[in-house]
Protein backbone atom coordinates (compact mmCIF):
# COMPACT_ATOMS: atom_id res chain seq x y z
CA UNK A 1 0.00 0.00 0.00
CA UNK A 2 2.85 2.16 0.57
CA UNK A 3 3.40 5.18 3.43
CA UNK A 4 1.35 8.60 3.16
CA UNK A 5 1.67 12.20 3.33
CA UNK A 6 1.94 13.50 7.30
CA UNK A 7 -0.64 16.64 6.80
CA UNK A 8 -4.01 16.73 5.30
CA UNK A 9 -3.23 19.15 2.42
CA UNK A 10 0.05 18.22 0.55
CA UNK A 11 2.79 21.09 0.76
CA UNK A 12 5.88 21.66 -0.88
CA UNK A 13 7.26 24.67 1.00
CA UNK A 14 10.65 22.78 1.00
CA UNK A 15 10.82 22.88 -2.66
CA UNK A 16 10.00 26.94 -2.60
CA UNK A 17 12.03 27.92 0.23
CA UNK A 18 15.40 27.52 0.36
CA UNK A 19 15.79 27.67 4.77
CA UNK A 20 13.77 24.78 4.50
CA UNK A 21 15.04 22.36 2.43
CA UNK A 22 17.23 19.37 3.99
CA UNK A 23 20.71 20.54 4.09
CA UNK A 24 20.18 24.23 4.60
CA UNK A 25 22.73 25.96 6.13
CA UNK A 26 21.89 27.16 9.84
CA UNK A 27 24.26 28.96 12.01
CA UNK A 28 26.73 27.54 13.62
CA UNK A 29 27.86 25.60 10.88
CA UNK A 30 25.51 22.76 10.96
CA UNK A 31 22.71 22.00 8.48
CA UNK A 32 19.15 21.24 8.31
CA UNK A 33 18.56 18.42 9.11
CA UNK A 34 14.64 17.67 7.61
CA UNK A 35 12.61 19.49 5.64
CA UNK A 36 9.94 22.23 6.90
CA UNK A 37 6.33 21.79 5.31
CA UNK A 38 4.39 25.36 5.74
CA UNK A 39 1.17 24.80 7.63
CA UNK A 40 -0.94 26.53 10.13
CA UNK A 41 -0.82 25.68 13.74
CA UNK A 42 -3.29 23.07 15.18
CA UNK A 43 -3.56 21.16 11.33
CA UNK A 44 -3.46 17.65 12.39
CA UNK A 45 -0.47 15.35 12.03
CA UNK A 46 -1.08 12.18 10.38
CA UNK A 47 1.56 8.98 11.20
CA UNK A 48 2.84 7.86 7.61
CA UNK A 49 2.20 4.65 8.04
CA UNK A 50 1.75 2.04 10.60
CA UNK A 51 5.04 1.80 13.62
CA UNK A 52 5.81 1.95 17.29
CA UNK A 53 5.99 4.94 19.06
CA UNK A 54 9.48 5.60 20.28
CA UNK A 55 9.81 8.95 21.39
CA UNK A 56 6.61 11.63 22.43
CA UNK A 57 8.23 14.45 24.11
CA UNK A 58 8.17 18.30 24.81
CA UNK A 59 11.41 20.34 24.25
CA UNK A 60 12.10 19.65 20.51
CA UNK A 61 12.98 23.61 20.03
CA UNK A 62 13.28 26.65 21.96
CA UNK A 63 10.03 27.88 21.75
CA UNK A 64 8.70 24.32 23.68
CA UNK A 65 6.98 22.55 20.42
CA UNK A 66 7.54 18.52 20.60
CA UNK A 67 8.63 15.84 19.08
CA UNK A 68 6.94 12.15 17.97
CA UNK A 69 9.05 9.42 16.60
CA UNK A 70 8.45 6.33 15.00
CA UNK A 71 9.21 3.31 13.66
CA UNK A 72 8.09 2.54 10.71
CA UNK A 73 7.66 -0.48 8.91
CA UNK A 74 9.00 -3.85 9.63
CA UNK A 75 12.19 -4.15 11.78
CA UNK A 76 12.42 -7.71 11.77
CA UNK A 77 12.05 -7.71 7.87
CA UNK A 78 14.96 -5.32 7.50
CA UNK A 79 12.39 -2.76 5.43
CA UNK A 80 11.98 0.22 7.72
CA UNK A 81 12.70 4.05 8.31
CA UNK A 82 12.69 6.39 11.62
CA UNK A 83 10.27 9.46 11.22
CA UNK A 84 10.84 12.46 13.49
CA UNK A 85 7.61 14.86 13.61
CA UNK A 86 9.04 17.74 15.20
CA UNK A 87 7.68 21.48 16.40
CA UNK A 88 4.61 19.66 16.99
CA UNK A 89 1.95 20.64 20.00
CA UNK A 90 1.46 18.10 23.08
CA UNK A 91 1.70 14.67 21.36
CA UNK A 92 -1.35 12.59 21.01
CA UNK A 93 0.36 9.23 21.56
CA UNK A 94 2.58 7.79 23.94
CA UNK A 95 5.81 6.11 23.60
CA UNK A 96 5.19 2.19 23.30
CA UNK A 97 1.88 2.58 21.38
CA UNK A 98 1.16 0.96 17.99
CA UNK A 99 0.05 3.69 15.39
CA UNK A 100 -1.82 2.44 12.16
CA UNK A 101 -0.80 4.89 8.66
CA UNK A 102 -3.55 8.18 9.47
CA UNK A 103 -4.14 8.05 12.64
CA UNK A 104 -3.41 11.29 13.85
CA UNK A 105 -0.30 11.68 16.35
CA UNK A 106 -0.16 15.37 17.25
CA UNK A 107 -1.13 18.70 15.60
CA UNK A 108 1.36 21.35 14.18
CA UNK A 109 2.38 23.83 17.34
CA UNK A 110 3.15 27.52 17.72
CA UNK A 111 6.46 29.27 16.59
CA UNK A 112 7.07 32.48 16.42
CA UNK A 113 7.17 33.79 12.52
CA UNK A 114 5.68 30.84 10.82
CA UNK A 115 4.36 27.35 11.53
CA UNK A 116 5.69 24.18 10.21
CA UNK A 117 5.81 20.13 10.41
CA UNK A 118 9.69 19.46 10.45
CA UNK A 119 9.73 16.61 9.07
CA UNK A 120 13.37 14.27 9.73
CA UNK A 121 14.20 10.48 8.63
CA UNK A 122 16.45 7.73 9.23
CA UNK A 123 17.73 5.07 8.13
CA UNK A 124 16.86 2.67 11.19
CA UNK A 125 20.72 1.22 11.33
CA UNK A 126 22.00 2.92 13.85
CA UNK A 127 20.87 3.75 17.56
CA UNK A 128 21.59 6.35 20.11
CA UNK A 129 19.86 9.77 20.67
CA UNK A 130 18.62 11.12 17.54
CA UNK A 131 20.26 14.74 18.27
CA UNK A 132 24.29 14.13 18.49
CA UNK A 133 26.05 18.20 19.48
CA UNK A 134 29.26 16.37 18.00
CA UNK A 135 28.15 15.03 14.75
CA UNK A 136 28.47 17.35 12.13
CA UNK A 137 27.34 18.48 9.41
CA UNK A 138 23.40 17.83 10.96
CA UNK A 139 24.22 17.42 14.89
CA UNK A 140 21.97 14.19 14.21
CA UNK A 141 22.55 10.16 14.15
CA UNK A 142 24.78 9.29 11.41
CA UNK A 143 21.54 7.67 9.61
CA UNK A 144 20.03 10.36 8.59
CA UNK A 145 18.53 10.67 5.52
CA UNK A 146 17.70 13.26 3.11
CA UNK A 147 13.05 12.87 3.23
CA UNK A 148 12.68 14.86 0.25
CA UNK A 149 12.32 12.00 -2.38
CA UNK A 150 9.95 10.15 0.18
CA UNK A 151 7.76 12.77 0.56
CA UNK A 152 7.77 14.20 -2.75
CA UNK A 153 6.37 10.97 -3.50
CA UNK A 154 3.44 10.22 -0.60
CA UNK A 155 0.33 10.90 -1.48
CA UNK A 156 -2.07 12.71 0.58
CA UNK A 157 -4.26 10.64 2.82
CA UNK A 158 -7.11 9.02 1.15
CA UNK A 159 -10.63 10.39 1.82
CA UNK A 160 -12.47 7.36 2.11
CA UNK A 161 -13.17 5.07 5.42
Not at 74 to 98: F, H, K, L, S, W
Amino acid sequence: MGRIFPLPTKVDSYNTNYSCKFGAPRKGGRKHGGVDLAVPAGTEVYAVDDGLVVEAAGGFDEYGTSVVTIQHGDVYEDDYIVVRYGEVGPPMVQVGATVSKGDVIAKVGKQPGGTQLHLEMYGGYETGPYKQENNLPYKRRGDIMDPTPYVDAWPAKSKAP
